[in-house]
């Protein structure tokens, strides 16, 4: 299953999850986990026609949301996959702060999710 990041670091940027509950993408079994690589790549496929980046890149991180999921995040600058909108220097110390990054208006992400949907 998929769907849109309500705090994306650009637009498009998606989560690709199982249906059933899994803490840590490492003890997704097998089978699921090809299946989310090959939802996601599809759903790449489509941000590359869509949304244009430079890149399109995955990354499996667990911090935001207790659910194993797979970040696909349509590429425009080097430091998007590393979520660079998040990082702020305070006190000399690299900090990550979600705050930082608005949340998406419903209509914008339903709109991303129609562009993004793939067969």
Same mark, same amino acid.
């Given at each position: ?37 090959? @939802? ?31 970040? @696909? ?21 690299? @900090? ?7 949340? @998406? ?15």
């Amino acid at each position: 299953m998929a769907m849109m990041a309500l705090h994306p670091t650009s637009p498009g940027e998606c989560l690709v999850i199982p249906k059933s509950h899994v803490d840590h993408f490492t003890d997704v079994d097998h089978t699921t986990a090809q299946r989310m690589i090959v @939802v996601a790549q599809r759903i790449g496929q489509r941000m590359r026609k869509v949304f244009e980046p430079q890149r399109v890149g995955m990354v499996v991180h667990g911090f935001g949301v207790p659910h194993a999921h797979l970040c @696909v995040v349509p590429l425009h600058h080097p430091d998007d996959i590393t979520s660079g909108r998040y990082a702020h220097i305070e006190d000399g110390k690299i @900090v990550f702060k979600m705050r930082s990054i608005p949340e @998406v208006e419903r209509a914008i992400l339903d709109e991303h999710a129609r562009l993004l949907k793939v067969q």
